[in-house]
């Protein structure tokens, strides 16, 4: 069965500084990746996929996640965080199996501090 | 503003009441989920329906009965829950595309159940 671990339950940051929250998965049989975001007292939102072709996807709000195949990761980047983007942050892999479901990870907290 | 939308958004009932909750997606997906997220633990995949058939249940217990009228309509309902059902319950849809459903998924805003 497929699993997602991610490495870091809370990453506390300072505005403006870079940021890397990590997302290992378990199966390299063909997968598709995402990264959902949840704010506070709201459900999840998609963030960002990966289901084909180039292996560096981003988002509208400038993040970044690349695909890394042989090291089974899909790490999610900002260069530059805000206060605004303090949420937690969920990787989630499908995994091309008839009958098969979404696969989420157990979530990392983003504080970003003033 | 989310597609998929979710009532109540808080709920309280005692370990006897029952109770029903809701969730409508406006978005034309054939497909609907229901979550439990509690702290610190993954998401709980607890029932997927697809076009209105259920087509998966996690051993949920049968306290939690859900009902899918049409695609539109999902609901979960509650009798005799103990405390540990405590959670944030998500919905979710997406349109699945024969059997495989590697589609992204809309979330709702959730309804915060607390048992007494």
């Known amino acids: 069965a497929q699993s997602v671990t991610q490495l870091d339950s809370q990453v506390p940051v300072f505005e403006e500084a870079p940021v890397e929250l990590r997302c290992n998965y378990s199966s390299s049989v063909s997968v598709y990746l995402f990264w959902y975001v949840q704010y506070p007292n709201q459900g999840l939102q998609l963030l960002l996929k990966?289901?084909?072709?180039?292996?560096l996807v981003e988002s509208i709000n400038g993040f970044e996640a690349e695909f890394n195949k042989s090291q089974t990761s899909f790490h999610l980047r900002k260069p530059s965080v805000h206060i605004s983007d303090t949420a937690e942050y969920f990787c989630?892999?499908?995994?091309?199996?008839?009958?098969?479901?979404?696969?989420f990870g157990e979530g990392t907290q983003l504080t970003v501090n003033p | 503003e989310t597609g998929v939308t979710q009532t109540p958004r808080h709920l309280v009932m005692g370990m006897t009441n029952k109770k029903s909750l809701k969730c409508e997606q406006h978005l034309g997906h054939n497909a609907m989920y229901w979550y439990k997220q509690s702290a610190k633990k993954p998401l709980e995949l607890m029932f997927v329906?697809?076009?209105?058939?259920?087509?998966e249940n996690n051993s949920v217990p049968s306290r939690f009965s859900p009902e899918c009228p049409n695609s539109s309509h999902l609901f979960l309902h509650l009798h005799t829950l103990q405390p540990e059902d405590s959670a944030l319950y998500l919905c979710?849809?997406?349109?699945?595309?024969?059997?495989?459903?590697?589609?992204?998924?809309?979330f709702g805003d959730g309804t915060r159940l607390s048992i007494l």
């Open positions: 989630a892999v499908y995994q091309e199996t008839s009958g098969s479901r979404l696969t």
């Open positions: 990966y289901l084909s072709g180039s292996t």
């Open positions: 979710a849809s997406s349109q699945e595309r024969g059997a495989y459903s590697n589609q992204p998924q809309h």
């Open positions: 329906y697809s076009l209105e058939e259920r087509v």
